[in-house]
T-cell receptor, first 116, second 112 residues
Framework: QQQVKQSPQSLIVQKGGIPIINCAYENTAFDYFPWYQQFPGKGPALLIAIRPDVSEKKEGRFTISFNKSAKQFSLHIMDSQPGDSATYFCAASGGAGGTSYGKLTFGQGTILTVHP | KAGVTQTPRYLIKTRGQQVTLSCSPISGHRSVSWYQQTPGQGLQFLFEYFSETQRNKGNFPGRFSGRQFSNSRSEMNVSTLELGDSALYLC???????????FGPGTRLLVL
């Protein structure tokens, strides 16, 4: 019940394309859903995060769409650039009484390649 | 403001040895979490500390332990190293529990 399933495992798009990465969760106690970007040799960096009280959040070229009833959320990258080539992770946290807020459960990651 | 720092950045050990990794959180951050990253298992939660107390622990054997000091700096220790412990160990800090977690660059551990 703690799993977060992420797809696809890898994604190749042309510059300017809109890659979409999807995640699904089972634990209905999750109430915080961040996305992280990781470049080789670096730690994950927070891109954008959403809570279930909104269905969409946009920050720059990055948009999260959230569907609470389906227990799914996705990341859209508008006007993708070669510099966006990285591994992207979705994550979730939360629990009854806030006991698990500091514990992020990650998806398996998506390797994104943006061709010039 | 300086980010999360982890030392050492790289480490090579042999089976059976023990290792201690260090994490200095962003100034003012009081919560520290540790994660293990491997190609096969991805990013897995190890433990979370706040005000020198372990709040949460992941599904790892007792060989994995940690602590947090009064200045919020944290260490994790792995005893009796196994080949499968080879991984990138990431530390993340946040202002308070449940706030955004900011990751350090990690310590890459290779067990031979």
């Amino acid at each position: 019940q703690q799993q977060v399933k992420q797809s696809p495992q890898s994604l190749i798009v042309q510059k300017g394309g809109i890659p979409i990465i999807n995640c699904a969760y089972e634990n209905t106690a999750f109430d915080y859903f961040p996305w992280y970007q990781q470049f080789p040799g670096k730690g994950p960096a927070l891109l954008i995060a959403i809570r279930p009280d909104v269905s969409e959040k946009k920050e720059g070229r990055f948009t999260i769409s959230f569907n609470k009833s389906a227990k799914q959320f996705s990341l859209h990258i508008m006007d993708s650039q070669p510099g966006d080539s990285a591994t992207y992770f979705c994550a979730a946290s939360g629990g009854a009484g806030g006991t698990s807020y500091g514990k992020l459960t990650f998806g398996q990651g998506t390797i994104l390649t943006v061709h010039p | 403001k300086a980010g999360v720092t982890q030392t050492p950045r790289y480490l090579i050990k042999t089976r059976g040895q023990q290792v201690t990794l260090s994490c200095s959180p962003i100034s003012g951050h009081r919560s520290v979490s540790w994660y293990q990253q491997t190609p096969g298992q991805g990013l897995q939660f190890l433990f979370e500390y706040f005000s020198e107390t372990q709040r949460n622990k992941g599904n790892f054997p007792g060989r994995f332990s940690g602590r947090q000091f009064s200045n919020s700096r944290s260490e994790m220790n792995v005893s009796t190293l196994e080949l499968g412990d080879s991984a990138l160990y990431l530390c993340a800090s946040s202002l308070e529990v449940g706030e955004t977690q900011y990751f350090g660059p990690g310590t890459r551990l290779l067990v031979l």
